[in-house]
């Protein structure tokens, strides 16, 4: 990381097209001041994205980006930190394209531990295709294709993360951008695979939540709602049978490091490869021979 001042303002790029008010935008600004704080230059960083709202946030954030296919993110993202550990490498999506198409890759990932950050903007809903169900939308959910009522149980993120041995865990609230911050400064510190689930609210396609019959707006939900672990003494983010505790007390409403182990990262297992980069390690082609091969077939 560079000793060099950096201010937020050298993440600036594109001017952000999301709605008025999209959660995403409270994302995109502690990514700013994160990279900044942690001295980081724009050249050092690489932001892999999937599909969605979400996935425009490498177009806003003035760093090397992919754009990848839905549900994708990860894999690129995992290849690139392997093919030169110098980058910072953040993979980031919505709960659609992580926890939807994306989620056999988010488990070997999580496992895997590559040091790599994935910052995943989760609003319930598929709100660039208009409304729809997604993963984590509750049970009884109304939407376009659930007009009835989504008889699906939501996919527990945080819970699936901790079943399978993820090295950090958090989750954060876009409608508290000092502590999402800090959380991101953790997470893009952390050795090993962190993965930080923030809730970002959609205001065009679920702009209030329906308690107690009575509409409560999302923004306002959440702060109701979300327990500060931060703010709890006495709880142990080392621990795996608190985190879940926690998890269980509080309907996985919570905010804050939930969970941290200091293992070894994948390159940290591969002995003898991890002074330098994997793109130094592939095996020269012999022309020679792929010619005489390619010309058995003409």
């Excluded at 999302?218 to 702060?223: A, D, I, L, P, S």
């Excluded at 991890?274 to 130094?280: G, V």
């Amino acid at each position: 990381m560079s000793a060099t001042l950096v201010s937020p303002k050298a993440f600036v790029s594109e001017y952000p097209t999301w709605c008025p008010g999209c959660g995403d935008f409270g994302v995109l600004n502690a990514l700013r001041s994160a990279a900044a704080r942690l001295g980081l230059q724009p050249h050092q960083i690489v932001v892999v994205s999937g599909i969605g709202c979400s996935g425009k946030i490498n177009s806003y954030f003035n760093s090397y980006g992919l754009h990848t296919l839905h549900g994708r993110s990860l894999p690129v993202a995992q290849g690139v930190k392997l093919a030169n550990p110098e980058l910072t490498v953040i993979a980031s999506g919505g709960d659609g394209d992580g926890y939807g198409i994306g989620a056999g890759h988010f488990m070997h990932a999580v496992r895997r531990n590559v040091d790599i950050t994935y910052i995943v903007m989760d609003n319930q809903v598929y709100g660039l295709t208009k409304g729809q169900t997604s993963p984590t939308s509750p049970t009884g959910f109304v939407s376009p294709t659930t007009p009835q009522g989504s008889a699906d149980g939501p996919v527990r993120p945080l819970r699936v993360a901790l079943a399978n041995e993820c090295s950090w865990i958090a989750q954060g609230f876009s409608g508290n951008i000092r502590q999402l911050t800090e959380l991101m400064v953790q997470a893009i510190s952390h050795k090993g695979f962190s993965l930080l689930n923030v809730q970002s609210p959609c205001v065009t396609w679920r702009p209030t939540i329906l308690e107690n019959g009575e509409k409560v707006g999302v923004y306002e939900w959440f702060k109701k709602h979300l327990h500060n672990l931060e703010e709890d003494p006495d709880y142990d983010p080392t621990s795996k049978a608190a985190a879940y505790a926690k998890l269980l007390e509080h309907g996985d409403l919570v905010t804050g490091v939930l969970y941290r182990d200091e293992r070894p990262s994948f390159r940290e297992h591969l002995k003898g490869y991890t002074d330098r980069p994997m793109a130094d390690l592939a095996t020269k082609p012999d022309n020679e021979a792929l010619e005489g091969l390619a010309a058995q077939f003409r």
